[in-house]
């Protein structure tokens, strides 16, 4: 299935003033963008046909591709001057780079790349600034069974605050943190038909608008889970994936074998 990426937002959450033009995606997370993790996330489980939905910063993004370089991250052999690749990343991709519009909302975004799909029944769809460890292909073939419209992944609540119940007298019943409660988030990560547009009118918001709809019709579906998944929509925790990654703590990293899950 092809995958569709949103990579066009400012990420003002993300401004440290040292780097304030590059976009979120390309952020690095070792010696690669936060994008490109992502992409090898959904590569992983064979789908390796991107749509990226471009807008602030686009220029970054298609001059990292137009000149990647592969010794990066895998391992080669120089001979005589000329570099013998042991293995790549992204000689089987097709990366499909559109001008999506500089404050266009997620939903729009969508919208402008909808030609880009050939007419897919299904595809895949995420905001590229999420890392997860989550089984992808059981997301996909639970969604293909259920016949539903759309299908969002679920994580327990991430802030780290506690709620508290209040008893009679105005005293404490229970403290309970957040993230133990019955409630869900939205994750980031869809598998959407093409029935989605029927329910995506000019400028609208792919959740709010789009699958809000669909979830009133009893069309969408969810997948929780409960393992790893890190967002990287602030300073704060892109540092934190940062330091995972030079201690060797990535979940998220399913394609490299040397690295323990």
Request: glycine content about 8%; hydrophobic content about 40%; aromatic content about 12%.
């Amino acid at each position: 299935m092809k995958v569709v990426l949103f990579c066009g937002g400012y990420g003002m959450r993300m401004r440290t003033g040292a780097d304030d033009n590059v976009p979120k995606p390309m952020h690095s997370v070792g010696p690669r963008p936060l994008l490109w993790h992502m992409m090898r996330y959904y590569a992983h489980f064979g789908h390796t046909d991107f749509v990226l939905c471009l807008g602030y910063g686009a220029e970054y993004i298609k001059d990292y591709f137009l000149h990647y370089a592969e010794t990066a991250s895998n391992d080669f052999v120089l001979r005589a001057g000329q570099v013998e690749l042991l293995s790549t990343d992204i000689s089987d991709w097709t990366i499909t780079f559109v001008d999506t519009g500089l404050e266009s909302p997620i939903g729009e975004r969508l919208r402008r790349v909808r030609h880009a799909l050939d007419g897919d029944e299904m595809f895949l769809a995420n905001y590229a600034d999420l890392l997860t460890d989550a089984p992808l292909d059981q997301i996909v073939d639970r969604f293909v069974a259920s016949g539903a419209a759309a299908s969002m992944l679920l994580v327990p609540p991430q802030q780290s605050f506690h709620c508290v119940e209040l008893g009679e007298a105005g005293l404490v019943a229970g403290i309970t943190p957040v993230s133990e409660l019955p409630l869900w988030e939205n994750g980031g990560f869809f598998v959407l038909r093409q029935e989605i547009f029927d329910h995506l009118p000019e400028n609208s918001d792919l959740v709010a608008d789009g699958l809000g709809a669909l979830a009133k019709a009893g069309r969408l579906l969810a997948y929780p889970h409960r393992g790893y998944w890190h967002p990287a929509d602030t300073v704060k925790e892109r540092a934190a994936l940062e330091r995972a990654y030079h201690t060797g703590e990535r979940p998220w990293m399913l394609w490299d074998r040397k690295v323990t899950a």
